[in-house]
T-cell receptor
Framework: DTEVTQTPKHLVMGMTNKKSLKCEQH?????MYWYKQKAKKPPELMFV???????INESVPSRFSPECPNSSLLNLHLHALQPEDSALYLC?????????????FGQGTRLTVV | GQNIDQPTEMTATEGAIVQINCTYQ??????LFWYQQHAGEAPTFLSY????GLEEKGRFSSFLSRSKGYSYLLLKELQMKDSASYLC?????????FGKGTTLSVSS
């Protein structure tokens, strides 16, 4: 199983809503990532979890709140988002962080904030 | 991706060879990656270089010069399905950082 599964695939939410994006992998990877990608732009790193601990927060606004309940799951909790937060949110995992290993990406959640 | 530079767009014809260059500057470096991303899809891994030299994998090859902060991705025998965005990225510590990507258009 070399899959990273993200749910939902599409999400439309209002600016006052609270929603969560979910990511799951069963490859035994110990590093998991959240990226944000706008159209025609590269993925931008948001958060890195290494061994279930947050190791990098790339100055992401507090309306995005990551959570790593266990080594296979990664959530991104959303609250009071803005229309400019509409983007493709990609989850990725790799065997370990710090050493260079291939990262596997999920298919992403396409988020629209209205 | 402000420390990674690659061309924004390239065009080529079927059967041709194309080289996509990437230059980078970073204080911490664990390896240089190339990913392919088709429109609306997730990035998929193509290659990884940590030592200087050329890594060949089928129609795709990747080269790295650490002293020059330079890499390239070489695509041979281009096919229409190779039309995609090609992302150069480096691993620094726990972060995988991408450049802006090069959009390659292959025409018949």
């Amino acid at each position: 199983d070399t899959e990273v599964t993200q749910t939902p695939k599409h999400l439309v939410m209002g600016m006052t809503n609270k929603k969560s994006l979910k990511c799951e992998q069963h490859m035994g990877h110990r590093a998991m990532y959240w990226y944000k990608q706008k159209a025609k732009k590269p993925p931008e790193l948001m958060f890195v979890y290494s061994y279930e601990k947050l190791s990098i927060n790339e100055s992401v606004p507090s309306r995005f709140s990551p959570e790593c309940p266990n080594s296979s799951l990664l959530n991104l909790h959303l609250h009071a988002l803005q229309p400019e937060d509409s983007a493709l949110y990609l989850c990725a995992s790799s065997q370990e962080s710090g050493g260079a290993t291939e990262a596997f990406f999920g298919q992403g959640t396409r988020l629209t904030v209205v | 991706g402000q420390n990674i530079d690659q061309p924004t767009e390239m065009t080529a014809t079927e059967g041709a060879i194309v080289q996509i260059n990437c230059t980078y500057q970073t204080s911490g470096f664990n390896g240089l990656f190339w990913y392919q991303q088709h429109a609306g899809e997730a990035p998929t891994f193509l290659s990884y270089n940590v030592l200087d030299g050329l890594e060949e994998k089928g129609r795709f090859s990747s080269f790295l010069s650490r002293s020059k902060g330079y890499s390239y991705l070489l695509l041979k025998e281009l096919q229409m399905k190779d039309s995609a965005s090609y992302l150069c990225g480096y691993q620094a510590g726990t972060a995988l950082i991408f450049g802006k990507g090069t959009t390659l258009s292959v025409s018949s």
